[in-house]
T-cell receptor
Framework: AQKVTQAQTEISVVEKEDVTLDCVYETRDTTYYLFWYKQPPSGELVFLIRRNSFDEQNEISGRYSWNFQKSTSSFNFTITASQVVDSAVYFCALTGPYNTDKLIFGTGTRLQVFP | GAGVSQSPSNKVTEKGKDVELRCDPI?????LYWYRQSLGQGLEFLIYFQGNSAPDKSGLPSDRFSAERTGGSVSTLTIQRTQQEDSAVYLC???????????FGSGTRLTVV
């Protein structure tokens, strides 16, 4: 069975601090895909990144970076120099290799960035 | 349209009434998902349509919930005899066949009073 765990329910930081959101996953598939989504207060889910299981290169996009480690089944997300606009709920998600596989979400981490 | 469209954006209904929620996916997206997000909770899978295949209904919480997809495009999620615990945001997503780029709609906020 597939499972995504986001142990951090809520994180509060002050602007310009760095913050890391943890994501641990479970799957028996050798091919799988991992995602991060942002859900701002407006409610829509915004796609941030997709990573397949064969690509363990870490990725950086501006202030965002992702650390994928198969050895620990983790796909952590770091925001550098956080800003108030980063305040949102962040979801990690997992799906398998087939078109018919469901997208399984973690319970989300609420990030609050204070000025 | 450019994105996944859901209607209505908000729906308030009385307990016991039936409701229909609509999802219009991105043109050409053959995969369509319904999720439910209760207040402060994560996303709960409800149902998945992929092309002409039989839908995966394994996430529907009870037989009061049903969904259909007409012509491989628009989908309607129906909740019969609504209960207060059905209050949630219902999100729809679509993707291209074989793609893993899921695009979500803005959701329908359902409140059962």
């Amino acid at each position: 069975a597939q499972k995504v765990t986001q142990a951090q329910t809520e994180i509060s930081v002050v602007e310009k601090e760095d913050v890391t959101l943890d994501c641990v996953y479970e799957t028996r598939d050798t091919t799988y895909y991992l995602f991060w989504y942002k859900q701002p207060p407006s409610g829509e889910l915004v796609f941030l990144i997709r990573r397949n299981s064969f690509d363990e290169q870490n990725e950086i996009s501006g202030r965002y970076s992702w650390n994928f480690q198969k050895s620990t089944s983790s796909f952590n997300f770091t925001i550098t120099a956080s800003q108030v606009v980063d305040s949102a709920v962040y979801f990690c998600a997992l799906t398998g290799p087939y078109n018919t596989d469901k997208l399984i979400f973690g319970t989300g981490t609420r990030l609050q960035v204070f000025p | 349209g450019a994105g996944v469209s859901q209607s209505p954006s908000n729906k308030v209904t009385e307990k016991g009434k039936d409701v229909e929620l609509r999802c219009d996916p991105i043109s050409g997206h053959t995969a369509l998902y319904w999720y439910r997000q209760s207040l402060g909770q994560g996303l709960e899978f409800l149902i998945y349509f992929q092309g002409n295949s039989a839908p995966d209904k394994s996430g529907l919480p009870s037989d009061r919930f049903s969904a259909e997809r007409t012509g491989g495009s628009v989908s309607t999620l129906t909740i019969q005899r609504t209960q207060q615990e059905d209050s949630a945001v219902y999100l729809c997503a679509s993707s291209l066949p074989g793609d893993r780029g899921y695009t979500f709609g803005s959701g329908t906020r359902l409140t059962v009073v």
